[in-house]
């Protein structure tokens, strides 16, 4: 079981649990069944509305994962990563804090998320 905060200058934080671990539960799909207004669009990582800040609420070291091309495309462009801090974040194996919330699965981590 994961605990998500969700925080926006403009609301209220709220944090909710997720089921970790099933591989479709997108941060977008968790935000929404939960109402808290994460934008989003096309939801299929192609226009990048859904772009959140995503940190470590306990300091502990975030999981790896490596973007997708599709994420690492729209992220650059919406100048969020460039392509060497991508290729850093390969290489160390380290997760991006930018991420597109239709785009990430949530993992068993607690994590900030920024919307
Ligand atoms: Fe379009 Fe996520 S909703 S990239």
């Known amino acids: 079981m994961a605990l ?3 925080s926006n200058p403009e609301y209220k934080d709220k944090t909710v649990y997720a089921v970790a671990g099933s591989h479709t539960e997108s941060l977008l ?6 109402k808290i207004p994460v934008h989003h669009d096309c939801q299929d990582g192609e226009c990048g509305n859904c772009v959140v800040r995503v940190t470590s609420v306990d300091n502990k070291a975030r999981m ?3 973007l997708t091309e599709k994420e690492q495309t729209v992220l650059r462009h919406l100048g969020k990563l460039t392509k060497d801090q991508i290729d850093q974040l390969a290489v160390d194996d380290m997760p991006s804090e930018w991420r597109l919330a239709c785009q ?3 993992r068993d981590e607690d994590i900030l998320v920024e919307y």
Not at 29 to 34: M, R
């Open 4 to 6: 998500v905060t969700f």
């Open 29 to 34: 799909k968790l935000a929404k069944e939960h």
């Open 64 to 66: 790896g994962y490596h």
């Open 104 to 106: 990430m699965i949530v």
